[in-house]
């Protein structure tokens, strides 16, 4: 599968039930994040682990490797703690002369999804079972196994590999998560997998790669890359806000109950708004009407501790310090009073440009300025 595929697996949920948002997203950049980059460097530790395990490389040909992802700036004894447990649940599951391991495999899931490819983390065939184990690093969410869209998709592609050399009845899929101690197991039979996939996945799937079908919005939006300027979440969370004009005057127990239940998705949702309307407005690719972007109010800081406190010590000012750490600000100038303050440190301080926020046109503060400094918006999928 390509990098940026349309009808990724691993938004398959989303693609299954608002088949019009693949295509929506496509107008919108796939970018990475550190938390992507992160549980990528995992896998690979957690790979290089079990491929020594099961005897695929050597000692030597291991350390090489893992020599390689100990200099990636993700790469913690963390990590690997997790990584190496991930390769110790796949090898427990194993049984020598009887099943067969197969790691990091390429599937393919053209026969129910237009350019369907996809990896396999970790397979294992044996007595008519096939084993699927999925490594998730990450521990904003909690991923469980049944049902699991991603999951039955991958099933699908290594059951087609495997169906004319090994005879499989049923497929076992197991979901690892160490880092929220989540490890979910879910089991189907290959005709029922072949059936959802021929009655639910394939028709749906035609629907998606065409950009048609209903727009589905909900609790799938989460990840859209498409949700911050989608007209169907719009309406979908606007009838929230048309609860404020309803009679009688006060809510009835059933609309309350309503704005509960949304309250999550509709909070992020304009979470979304916000941060791709200041992410525009930033660029200058964008202007809204009445708004404006400007500095959200920094606090000063020390350019240099060091050099601050080598200075103030030259003083004869000792008493500057907490526990491994200067003085606050504050406290820092009312102990030497304003006039040393001014003299020593007003110099060595630095205030950093504040981060840009949208604000009213009618607000006092100056127009931001993309020269004032630099700041980085972090993208909410990275959860």
Not at 90 to 102: A, D, E, I, Y
Not at 108 to 134: N, P, Q, R, S
Not at 152 to 162: N, P, Q, R, S, V
Not at 366 to 374: C, D, I, R
């Amino acid at each position: 599968m390509s990098k940026h595929a349309i009808l990724s697996p691993s938004a398959a949920s989303r693609w299954l039930t608002c088949t019009p948002s693949a295509r929506l997203e496509q107008e919108f950049p796939n970018t990475s994040s550190s938390y992507a980059d992160e549980g990528t460097l995992a896998h690979a530790v957690g790979e290089c682990i079990l491929r020594q395990l099961a005897g695929m490389i050597t000692s030597a040909e291991a350390e090489t490797i893992m020599a390689v992802h100990m200099n990636n700036q993700y790469y913690n004894k963390e990590l690997h703690d997790y990584a190496e447990g991930y390769a110790y649940f796949v090898w427990n599951q194993c049984k020598p002369g009887k099943t067969h391991l197969f790691i990091e495999t390429r599937l393919d899931m053209t026969e129910w999804i237009e350019d369907g490819f996809g990896t396999g983390d970790a397979l294992i065939i044996g007595e008519k079972v096939m084993i699927f184990d999925d490594y998730k690093h990450g521990k904003g969410v909690p991923v469980y196994a049944p049902e699991n869209k991603q999951l039955m998709i991958y099933a699908l592609g290594a059951y087609e590999m495997f169906k004319e050399i090994y005879e499989i009845d049923r497929i076992q899929m197991n979901i690892y998560q160490p880092r929220i101690d989540n490890i979910s197991s879910w089991e189907i039979s290959v005709a029922e997998l072949l059936e959802w996939a021929e009655k639910d996945l394939k028709p749906k799937a035609a629907l998606a790669y065409a950009g048609e079908g209903e727009f589905a919005p909900g609790k799938a939006c989460t990840f859209c890359r498409a949700k911050a300027t989608c007209r169907a979440l719009h309406d979908y969370n606007m009838e929230l806000a048309a609860l404020d004009f309803k009679n009688p005057d006060l809510l009835t127990d059933e609309e309350v109950a309503l704005v509960l239940e949304r309250s999550d998705s509709f909070t992020k949702w304009i979470d979304s708004v916000e941060g791709y309307a200041l992410a525009t407005a930033v660029s200058g690719e964008k202007q809204w009407p009445g708004m404006k972007v400007v500095e959200v109010r920094s606090n000063r800081k020390y350019n240099s501790e060091v050099i601050v406190a080598t200075k103030l010590e030259t003083a004869g000012y000792t008493d500057i310090y907490k526990p491994k750490a200067l003085l606050p600000l504050g406290e820092m100038e009312k102990k030497l009073t304003k006039p040393v303050f001014a003299e020593i440190v007003e110099p060595l301080l630095i205030k950093p440009p504040g981060a840009p926020t949208l604000v009213k046109e009618s607000d006092k503060r100056q127009p931001y300025s993309v020269a004032a400094g630099e700041f980085k918006i972090i993208a909410d999928e990275d959860i």
